[in-house]
Each structure stands twice: as C-alpha cells, then as structure tokens.
C-alpha cells in the first residue's frame, strides 16, 4: 500500500500540480486511513464500502470535525479513483458513500469600523512597523489568502497600474491596489524592504526581521499581535480579512461576478479572470465599492 501512495501523492503533484499546502491535506488524510487499514488487517485494493463506513464512524469516535471527516473521504475516494485507472483496484468502495453534510457558517466578518482599528494599530515609527502598515492593509485591500501573500515577489506589484499580479499554478490573477494600500506599500518597498533584506536577489515582497520570505505562521502572528493591540475581542485571522474584502465590496454595491474575480474563486477559469482584469471598469467598481480605495 505504501508504494500506491507514493505514486498517488507523485500524480497529484506532477500531473494535477496541486499546492503544497493541499498536497500535505492529502498526505495525512491518506496515511491515517492507511494505518486504520493496517491495524484492522484490511486488504485496501479489496476494502469494502462497509470498511470505509466503519472508517468514517471511527473518525467520528475519535472526536474529528463533519469537515474533516468529509475530506477525508474526498481525500480516500481521488485514491481509489487513482488505483482503478492504475488498475491496483477492481472497484471504488467510496463510490456509494455520501459524504458528510457539513453544516454552512456564516464566514467571521469585521466592521468596517473594526477594520478601520486594526489597520490603524501599525505605526509608521520602525522598519517593521512601516512593514506591517504594508501588510495589514494590502491584505484587506487585495482579499488575497495568507499563502498568496507571502508567496509574491517584489515584480508582482505594479505601481504604475496601481494593481498586483497574484499567480497561483495555472492561474493568474490581477487586483487592484487601493490608494492607502498603495500609498502604505510604496513607504515599505522604497524605505523598510531595502533595509531589510540581507540579499539583494531575494525576490520576496514581504520579508521578516531576518530579511527572510516571510512565514505563513508569521503573518498570523503579526494579525494575532494588532487584533490584541486594537482590543477587538472577534477571532481575526488573515482569512477574517478577506471576508471582510468581500463583504464590504458587496455591501457597497460591487456585482458577485466582479467580487469572485478578485477572489479568484474555483469557478472562474484562470483566462476569464484575466480578461476581467484588462477591463478598465472593474477597476472603476473597485474604486467605488472598497472602503479604502
């Protein structure tokens, strides 16, 4: 079983070229059944649809979220799919199996007044505080997911367009920068960036103390520490801002279409969201609707 898993997780690596961060999702979900699998002296090309139920109450017993149990089975039905073309298999035992309903929840979402506190917390004293200044509000002002963020470089940001360039595999997509994202961003890239780095070949857009790509687990830090400074008692996460892009878009009149472009959200191919960006009117709805263009 362990050779069919190191080929699987190979395939979704070269051929479906996903991220690392899903990669690994993949790994742990996989690697869990496999001891399960182990332990209870299945043979995985012959496993029955009543062993992946039992798997699935096991998950249950063991405390794991609906989510989790749900991918998990996402996770176990792409391998048997996987072992079927490779023909290691002669049926799907998930093929039957539904998954879990996961019960929808209303995204956590800040104030505008609250985003307004946050951002307000970095003070433009210190390298690192004209840093953060940058980040907090390129964040919020580009909805951007904490791995896109500290996986830009420098030539990703294009000041004369006012727009970054965010490119994940595949796709590709262009934002437009806000004014006080913009104006905060050219601060850190002109005065702190230069002094930060360490090498001049490092590419990276946002750096650490040490002059390193800035860490995801840093970028959380950094949001837990202003959250704290700003005394907002909600949960904010990098994500809590990128609802709140969203949010607020919609609630000041920008269309879902233009919203989910910025987003770059699954259902929109990487070649539409780029003609969406050469059209000149998004940027006109973006000026309009985000609160701090």
Known sequence: MDKQIKLFLEFLQNDKKLSENTLQSYRRDIMQFRDYVMANNINYAKAKEEDIKDYLKELQKEGKKTSTASRSLASIRSFYQFLLRTRKAKSDPTASIQSPKIEKRVPSVLTADEVELLLDQPKDVDLKGTRD?????????????????????????????????????????????????????????????????????NKALFVNVNGS????????????????????????????????????????????????????????SSTQVYAQFQDPTLKNIYKKTHPRA
């Not at 878009?249 to 279409?257: I, Y």
């Open 133 to 201: 200044k940058a980040m907090l509000e390129f964040a919020y002002a580009t909805g951007m997911k904490v791995t896109e963020i500290i996986d830009l470089d420098i030539d990703d940001v294009n000041f004369e367009e006012d727009t970054v360039t965010c490119s994940n595999g595949k796709k590709s997509r262009t934002i437009p920068l806000g004014a006080l994202a913009e104006k905060a961003l050219k601060e850190y890239v002109e005065k702190a960036r230069p002094i930060l780095i360490k090498d001049e070949n």
């Open 213 to 268: 790509r800035l860490t995801r687990q840093g970028f959380w830090k950094i949001v837990k520490y202003y959250k704290e400074q700003a005394h907002i008692d909600k949960d904010i996460t990098p994500h809590v801002l990128r609802h709140s892009f969203a949010t607020h878009l919609l609630q000041n009149g920008a269309d879902l279409k233009s919203i989910q472009a910025m987003l770059g959200h699954s259902d929109i």
